[in-house]
Nanobody, 124 residues
Framework: QVHLVESGGGLVQAGGSLRLSCAIAGSRFSFIRMAWFRQAPGKEREFVADIGRTGGSTNYADSVKGRFTVSRDNAKITTFLQMNSLKPDDTAVYYC?????????????????WGQGTQVAVSS
């Protein structure tokens, strides 16, 4: 059974930084794509960033480009999301996702495995 466990969320002031981690248990192999999504209260889950197996292919939502960086450590089967210059609009529950299908990687439906989420709150 594959489990994804996020950590690193919390409360931070606008302009601050947080680093989210997603550890995967129950799999000996790295996934083709890993991603971060977020969901704010009353809104749909939205794509934030994703990364291919080798780390050479990444995509970012326009709202986080230049502020967030996604990375992965295949030896530890872990992915990270470094979030800088945080804004109140970044407040949401952040979810880690993974897939072994060859997909574009920007949609919720592209991913088969999900974590429980970690709360990020940014105060103004």
């Amino acid at each position: 059974q594959v489990h994804l466990v996020e950590s690193g969320g919390g409360l931070v002031q606008a302009g601050g930084s947080l680093r989210l981690s997603c550890a995967i248990a129950g799999s000996r192999f790295s996934f083709i794509r890993m991603a971060w999504f977020r969901q704010a209260p009353g809104k749909e889950r939205e794509f934030v960033a994703d990364i291919g197996r080798t780390g050479g292919s990444t995509n970012y939502a326009d709202s986080v480009k230049g502020r967030f960086t996604v990375s992965r450590d295949n030896a530890k089967i872990t992915t990270f999301l470094q979030m800088n210059s945080l804004k109140p609009d970044d407040t949401a529950v952040y979810y880690c996702a993974a897939t072994n299908r060859v997909v574009l990687g920007l949609r919720v439906d592209d991913y088969d495995y999900w974590g429980q989420g970690t709360q990020v709150a940014v105060s103004s």
